[in-house]
């Protein structure tokens, strides 16, 4: 009988709501407001993934990638969503941020402008306005991306707008071009059907790494367990919700009051980005992607040298989830 009752308390501690000791407090910032490509990350916290490994999980809400690496950098929140150029300028100021788990394999950064404005392509922009909150990614990134493009940097003006904003004001005039995540790009097909014009700028060879899980870095060497644990719940989270979508959009539908068609659509778009050829581990980084990206960051802005190997690393990650 004893042991009978030893055997169901220890099965209760195992299942999501149950109490749990020590549990350790962590947070993550998100890049953006909740979206498609957050679903994984709430999809483990309602099934209790993250308790049952003895972590306690705080959601942030973000404000761009430049905050998710601030409050990473100074352990306000231990992990941070952020994208990998923003983080590799971050780090060159003295950011203590280290990437542990891509979830975008290919750069998600998309223009977008009203066909009818008259731009065709992204040669058209100089002397345009641009709306973008000022922590966007891309506006950061637009000196690499008017490069690539080439294009003078200096040859457009900028707009300051909230997150939720961009196409609103591109529908009004208000702006005559934004950016956004390739993850989104169902809501401005809905919005601006066949006036639509957009240019995804890996397609112009503009391809650095995407979004990604950084954790502050002395943090994460005071807490390598913990870290690792966080790490690769999360990168299950993803790999199966990859396979098996449904209930894993269910939870963010929950956790934001969002329409269900409308997150299975950015889920779509979300796959893509994430897809990664070749057989590598789920979520990791190429030595030499990442090499180039950095190349790219210190020759654009011109940033304080450091080892490139220092921003990221593949240590934390089950390195038996396969692409």
């Known amino acids: 009988m004893i042991r009978f009752k030893s055997a169901i308390l220890a099965a209760a501690m195992l299942l999501p709501g149950a109490t749990y000791a020590a549990?350790?407090?962590?947070?993550?910032?998100?890049?953006?407001?909740?979206?498609?490509?957050h679903a994984p990350i709430y999809w483990a916290q309602q099934r209790g993934l993250y308790k049952a490994a003895g972590i306690d999980l705080n959601i942030e809400i973000g404000k761009g990638s430049a905050y998710a690496a601030q409050r990473a950098a100074i352990n306000a929140s231990q992990f941070g969503i952020v994208d990998m150029p923003t983080a590799m300028q971050a780090r060159a100021t003295g950011a203590d941020i280290v990437a542990a788990f891509v979830i975008y394999d290919q750069s998600p950064y998309?223009?977008?402008?009203?066909?009818?404005?008259?731009?065709?392509?992204?040669?058209?922009?100089?002397?345009?306005?641009?709306?973008?909150?000022?922590?966007?990614?891309?506006?950061?990134?637009?000196?690499?991306?008017?490069?690539?493009?080439?294009?003078?940097?200096?040859?457009?003006?900028?707009?300051?707008?909230?997150?939720?904003?961009?196409?609103?004001?591109?529908?009004s005039g208000?702006?005559?071009?934004?950016?956004?995540?390739?993850?989104?790009?169902?809501?401005?097909?809905?919005?601006?059907?066949?006036?639509?014009?957009?240019?995804?700028?890996?397609?112009?060879?503009f391809n650095p790494y995407g979004n990604s899980i950084f954790v502050n870095g002395a943090w994460a060497a005071a807490n390598p367990d913990v870290t690792k644990k966080f790490i690769q719940i999360t990168q299950k989270a993803y790999a199966d919700c990859v396979k098996t979508p449904k209930p894993c959009l269910e939870s963010i539908v929950k956790a934001a009051s969002q329409n269900p068609a409308d997150v299975e659509k950015s889920w779509v778009l979300t796959a893509e980005l994430m897809k990664a050829p070749g057989n590598d581990v789920f979520g990791s980084f190429k030595d030499d992607r990442v090499a180039k990206d950095y190349d790219l960051v210190t020759t654009i802005f011109q940033t304080k040298p450091y080892d490139y190997k220092t921003i990221f690393t593949n240590k934390y990650l089950d390195a038996a989830l396969k692409n």
Request: proline share 5%; aromatic share 10%; glycine share 8%.
């Open 110 to 171: 998309t223009i977008y402008w009203k066909k009818s404005s008259g731009i065709a392509t992204i040669k058209d922009l100089p002397g345009k306005k641009i709306g973008t909150p000022p922590a966007d990614a891309a506006r950061l990134m637009w000196p690499a991306i008017a490069k690539t493009a080439g294009i003078d940097a200096n040859s457009v003006s900028w707009v300051n707008l909230a997150p939720d904003a961009k196409f609103a004001a591109l529908q």
């Open 174 to 205: 208000t702006i005559d071009v934004t950016t956004n995540f390739y993850n989104l790009h169902f809501a401005a097909e809905r919005l601006f059907g066949a006036d639509l014009g957009f240019l995804r700028l890996s397609s112009i060879g």
């Open 23 to 37: 549990a350790q407090n962590v947070a993550i910032t998100l890049n953006w407001t909740i979206g498609a490509d």
